[in-house]
């Protein structure tokens, strides 16, 4: 289940939101976890103890209730709070921290941050964030392109020329997002984001002309910090079998699941003569027309089917 440190959460946020550590050093490798059973919108949220956040956070709402309590009162929230399983704890819009939060916070080694943001800014921030780094993940061998603003995902054996056509592609004017190592993450419900280890960002490798710089070669507009994935181009070997076995008409459509996001698949034959970078861009187009309700296959078949009724309607107008 992924899951990150406080720590990371600290130093990844730290100047975005102004973030100031004043409390609860013993906790910075407590763990924020990703939950199946809670979106990662209920990681982070306002001080809530019937549904209690990993993060929960102080604004001016709840240091006002929190101030307004009388001492004893005040000290019972607190014990129901620190009851439950905290990660962290934040206080938002530059507030003074409540009596006896900061002790509470050190003798349950609870980390305690502050902010001078306001809370639902900084609640915004963090939750894009975790969604992000808590995000399900795999990595796919192949070549990630923005392909005419279409996250293209290309697959394949090793040797069936995904580099060169990649490179094909970044000439006519597309975009590079990942060579060789893709990684996935699933950061919706049926979206998954492509993106480029550090290591790889901006190279691709070709064979004959090894490892070429994609943003130098070709400048800024060249490669892409990440996309997300619509579309997998498949290249498989022409042979006789695999072209008898293709279908045509295209009739099925045929789809991959990947962390179970079921994902557009497209098999390319590859041979001599074939233009394949003219292929993709097609079967891109194709996608965008279908997912606008134009279906090529579907209109050809109905064509044809009226063609068939008005021969048989000439040929008996009994």
């Known amino acids: 289940m992924p899951s990150i440190s406080v720590r990371r959460l ?75 399983p905290i990660s962290a704890i934040i206080v938002a819009n530059d507030q003074p921290l409540p009596k006896g939060l900061r002790a509470q916070c050190e003798q349950h080694n609870v980390p305690l941050l502050t902010s001078s943001q306001p809370s639902p800014y900084l609640m915004d921030v963090m939750r894009i964030y975790l969604a992000r780094v808590l995000a399900a993940s795999t990595i796919m061998h192949g070549v990630f392109l923005d392909v005419l603003e279409v996250g293209v995902l290309i697959t394949g054996e090793s040797s069936m020329g995904k580099s060169e056509l990649a490179l094909d592609l970044i000439s006519r004017g597309h975009g590079l997002v990942a060579d060789d190592a893709v990684e996935l993450y699933r950061i919706g419900p049926e979206t998954l984001e492509g993106r480029c280890p550090d290591v790889l960002r901006d190279f691709l490798e070709v064979r004959g002309l090894g ?108």
């Open 10 to 84: 600290y130093q990844d946020n730290v100047k975005k939101l102004d973030l100031v550590w004043v409390a609860g050093s013993s906790g910075t490798d407590n763990r924020i976890h990703a939950d199946q059973q809670r979106p990662t919108l209920a990681l982070v949220g306002h001080v809530n103890l019937i549904h209690p956040n990993s993060i929960q956070v102080f604004g001016l709402a709840e240091i006002q209730y929190l101030n307004g309590l009388g001492e004893t009162d005040a000290q019972r929230m607190l014990d129901q709070l620190f009851a439950l």
């Open 211 to 318: 490892i070429l710089n994609i943003r130098a070669i070709f400048g800024e507009t060249a490669v892409r910090p990440k996309k997300v994935l619509k579309l997998i181009i498949h290249l498989v070997k022409a042979t006789d079998q695999s072209m008898r076995e293709l279908d045509r008409l295209n009739i099925q459509s045929e789809t991959q699941d990947i962390l179970d996001v079921a994902i557009r698949k497209v098999t390319l034959p590859v041979a001599a003569g074939r233009n394949l970078a003219v292929l993709v861009e097609a079967a891109v187009r194709n996608y965008i027309l279908q997912l606008r309700g134009i279906d090529s296959t579907r209109d050809f078949i109905e064509r044809q089917t009226r063609f068939l009724r008005e021969q048989e309607h000439a040929a008996d107008p009994d």
